[in-house]
């Protein structure tokens, strides 16, 4: 595994935020020119990461390694009442499979608990990275779903 830095995501990095999910849309949006992906889309652009990155409800860490000022990965975390939502997890392709996703969970994890967050966490994964999820202790709770152009499978960690 690389050597990485993490800190908590600055307004200023939303580009690159906006950039590195982008990049990646093609594992999780099946037809990203359809008319229903325009949610999601829309929902990923440098102006809408950084309002979420200013929104208190919400918690993003990024991920660097070896001086390189691009993105390793990011992580985004959203409070809802007794769990958190992983509301993104994303890592360069280029490091897919070096724990770049197990580093970002672990600390996004332990700072909601050092938080005072005790409950569990959910995520809406995409179907390319079930299996990444199981490897973190994840479930599904449902079967593969379509909302807004995005085919996702709901999963749930319990803390065990």
């Excluded at 992906?37 to 990923?44: E, G, I, Q, R």
């Excluded at 860490?61 to 390189?68: D, I, T």
């Excluded at 392709?93 to 994890?109: D, S």
């Excluded at 050092?114 to 966490?121: I, K, L, Q």
């Amino acid at each position: 595994m690389p050597s990485l830095h993490i800190a908590t995501a600055r307004p200023a990095q939303a580009g690159h935020i906006s950039a590195l999910i982008n990049a990646l849309a093609g594992y999780f949006v099946p037809d990203p020119t359809h008319d229903s992906a325009a949610a999601f889309l829309a929902s990923v652009t440098p102006a809408a990461i950084s309002a979420l990155i200013d929104n208190p409800a919400c918690r993003y860490y990024v991920a660097s390694h070896g001086g390189n000022p691009a993105l390793a990965g990011v992580i985004a975390l959203r409070q809802l009442p007794a769990r958190h939502h992983v509301h993104h997890l994303f890592v360069a392709p280029e490091l897919h499979g070096q724990g770049v996703a197990r580093t970002l969970w672990q600390h996004a994890r332990d700072a909601a608990g050092n938080d005072g967050h005790a409950g569990g966490f959910s995520v809406n994964s995409s179907v390319f990275a079930v299996p990444m999820y199981e490897r973190l202790g994840f479930i599904a709770t449902g079967p593969e779903a379509e909302k807004n152009g995005i085919c996702f499978v709901p999963m749930q960690y319990d803390g065990r």
